[in-house]
Structures are given as structure tokens and as C-alpha cells.
């Protein structure tokens, strides 16, 4: 299933761009913000954010999708979570790891699914009724909006502090 191979890409594909921030910029943050295509976050903010919001966000909606019948699904304060799980001082290693460990665990659980489990629906905020489709496609969106919004940071990198980072 295509959801799943972009579901497990993740975890490198943002370790490649994490890569290209120099570690004594890892919790830069730009003084204009505008044009990000995601939560306004520093790299490591990013990698936080993913981790959490893999743990206690998807995960708690996949599966109460799966155990109550049309559960009230709440979205969860990002930059809340960024406060009360201070991003800024994690390490950013352990949290790569934490994250990749997490990805698989949600993909393999996943995979384990039967069909009929994929069309369970839950009421989830602005979005209405959704399926547990609909659900995973929208966390690879979420990857998605932080992979755009990491590019958009190496730009502001590149821009303001003129680190000239290569292209990779």
C-alpha cells in the first residue's frame, strides 16, 4: 500500500533534511515567519513535534477509530506541547531515534489491520466525519507540511544567516 511506503520514507527523509542544519542552529528560529507551510517550529521543534504528535495524536485517534463507534476526536496545541515537553532542550538524537522506533511501530500496527477496520469512522474537529483512512492519509499530510516546512526553514538558514548550506 502506497500509505505505508510514505509513511516509513519519513523518518529519513527528515533525517536528511535535519542533517543539513549546523547543530548550533538546531533551535534557530527566523524573526519573520511568514510563507511556512507548517507549524512555525525550529528543526528540532520539527522533530519534536513528529514524535508527539505521532505518540499522542494518530496513535490515540487510530485507535480509539478502532474502539468506540464515532469517537469526538480532539486535535492537539502543537506549540503547547513545545512548552510542556520543552522541545528546546531535547536531545535531538535520541529524539530521531524515538521517532524512527515510533514510525515503525505505527506502520507495523498498521499492517496488521484487516480490512474492515479501514473504513471505522470518527468525528475529528474541522475535518467531520472521517475514516481510518482518511486518518492515516492525513498524518502522511502532516509529514508532508513538516517536510515543506523544514525546506522552508533551510531556506530562512540560507537567507538571514547566509550559511550558504549545499544542496543535498
Do not use: K
Not at 84 to 104: G, K, L, M, S
Not at 114 to 126: E, I, K, L, N, V
Request: net charge negative; proline share 5%.
Amino acid at each position: 500500500m502506497h500509505l505505508f511506503t510514505n509513511l516509513q520514507a519519513m523518518p529519513d527523509q527528515f533525517a536528511q533534511l535535519l542533517a543539513q542544519v549546523p547543530a548550533d542552529h538546531l533551535n534557530w528560529e527566523p524573526a519573520n515567519w511568514a510563507g511556512i507551510p507548517s507549524e512555525r517550529f525550529s528543526a528540532q521543534g520539527h522533530l519534536c513535534h513528529l514524535l508527539d504528535i505521532e505518540v499522542l495524536g494518530y496513535r490515540v485517534r487510530f485507535r480509539r477509530t478502532l474502539d468506540e463507534d464515532l469517537p469526538q476526536l480532539a486535535s492537539l496545541d502543537g506549540y503547547q506541547l513545545a512548552l510542556d515537553n520543552d522541545y528546546r532542550q531535547q536531545d535531538p538524537a535520541t529524539q530521531q531515534a524515538r521517532f524512527r522506533a515510533a514510525r515503525i511501530e505505527t506502520v507495523s500496527w498498521l499492517r496488521e489491520l484487516p480490512p474492515s477496520a479501514w473504513t471505522r469512522r470518527a468525528q475529528y474537529g474541522s475535518y467531520g466525519e472521517v475514516t481510518l483512512d482518511g486518518l492515516v492519509r492525513l498524518l502522511v499530510s502532516h509529514d508532508h507540511q513538516h517536510l515543506a516546512g523544514m525546506q522552508w526553514l533551510l531556506m530562512r538558514l540560507n537567507a538571514d544567516l547566509r550559511l550558504n548550506l549545499p544542496l543535498a
